[in-house]
């Protein structure tokens, strides 16, 4: 990522008459070059969501584990050893169903929005087509209208 | 004559594996109108999605003030003063002309400055501030639009189809603020299918045929040509 010296830097615009002289342009091609450039991380949330996906069914997997030991064994040592196991998996899934969540719900909800933004230009533009362009005049609710009001 | 705001290099990007650009190569400057013209399906919109960085770059470059920004992400060159108009106008029907604008308080403007940005420019909007945005017409829906699009204080301003559903009395209007707001150094480009409207304020033109560039000049050098570019050489 490499900046263009021809642009102006920010000292030679602050010696033309400091950051209020600059023009947009100038203050764009500033701001862009102290703008840092991440990888495009597209993949992360997909990754992000299996990640949390596989730890949430790890946890289980070892809870279960950590049970089974448990009752395969009379010994108290070796079944302390396995309600610490046991407490791992349990965190492991807890961590698990939240990143998992967290990446779903993200997906969904901007899913969600889109289509309810979706939605309403589909309503407004039924409600103008129904209206010919004219605007409804809003009942005003101090007056009593009756079956007789035209 | 200044550098340019806005240069693609070689762009490819694809759609599900798709490619749907073939290596576009483009450029606007500050203070520059640039038409983006093309049939149907050419790649136009996805030009400008690139842009805006909403769309991945399989290949290229996509360089903003000199600086490579390639797989930028959107929010970044957005802040940063890259601002996309997309087909369809994006406003919310069902809140009012000044929610709209409130919207892009998120740029760190007041929501008075924002306010004064877009009623000087349309004192429509002004009259009608407390009007929900659905019930405006189609071309004051686009002034908003455009109002919200300037209120991030854009460097380089993306427009998408600004001509869909409008009459061209109307249509010509919009040219004449998108001409204005060139001439205070923004680069505009502009994708559009009414080619006239878009030729009338374009300092340059690019034509847009199945993803690739298939020529770029002033306007008055491709006016004639243009349906040859869009259809096909008849020789």
Redesign the interface.
């Known amino acids: 990522?490499?900046?263009?010296s021809?642009?102006p830097t920010a000292s030679s615009t602050a010696t033309s008459g400091g950051r209020a002289a600059e023009?947009?342009?100038e203050?764009?091609?500033r701001?862009?070059?102290d703008?840092?450039?991440?990888?495009?991380?597209?993949g992360h949330p997909r990754l992000w969501q299996r990640v949390g996906a596989v730890l949430m069914v790890l946890g289980i997997v070892v809870g279960v584990a950590a049970y089974l030991l448990s009752h395969r064994t009379s010994s108290s040592l070796t079944q302390g050893d396995a309600i610490t196991i046991g407490l791992g998996g349990v965190t492991l899934a807890v961590v698990g169903s939240a990143i998992f969540l967290r990446y779903s719900l993200t997906g969904f909800l901007r899913f969600w929005m889109a289509r309810q933004?979706f939605e309403?230009?589909i309503?407004?533009e039924r409600?103008?087509s129904g209206t010919n362009?004219a605007?409804p005049v809003p009942r005003d609710p101090a007056r009593n209208y009756t079956r007789n009001d035209s | 004559m200044s550098k340019a705001l806005l240069e693609m290099r070689g762009v490819r990007s694809a759609y599900d594996g798709v490619n749907v650009l073939h290596g576009v190569d483009l450029a606007v400057r500050a203070g520059q109108t640039v038409a983006l013209l093309g049939p149907n399906g050419a790649g136009k919109t996805t030009t400008l999605r690139v842009a805006a960085g909403v769309q991945p770059i399989s290949s290229g470059r996509l360089v903003l003030a000199g600086r490579d920004v390639t797989g930028a992400r959107s929010l970044d060159l957005a802040r940063s003063g890259v601002c996309l108009i997309p087909e369809g106008r994006g406003i919310f029907p069902n809140l009012s002309i000044r929610d709209n604008l409130w919207m892009m308080t998120f740029t760190g403007r007041s929501r008075g400055e924002i306010e004064e940005i877009a009623f000087s420019r349309f004192p429509v909007l002004g009259k009608n501030a407390s009007r929900a945005a659905g019930t405006l017409s189609g071309g004051e829906q686009q002034m908003l639009a455009l109002a919200r699009g300037l209120a991030t204080d854009p460097a380089v301003l993306l427009l998408d189809e600004l001509s869909m559903g409008l009459a061209p009395v109307v249509v010509g209007r919009l040219y004449e603020q998108v001409a204005q707001i060139a001439s205070d150094g923004v680069a505009v480009l502009v994708v559009e299918q009414f080619a006239t409207a878009a030729l009338a304020i374009a300092n340059h033109v690019a034509v847009l045929v199945r993803g690739e560039v298939a020529a770029q000049g002033p306007p008055e050098a491709l006016r004639t040509h243009l349906s040859d570019l869009y259809l096909g050489s008849s020789r």
Request: charged share 25%.
């Open positions: 990522m490499s900046a263009d021809s642009y023009s947009r342009a203050r764009f091609a701001e862009l070059r703008l840092k450039v991440s990888d495009p991380s597209d933004s309403m230009n309503l407004a409600f103008m362009g605007v």
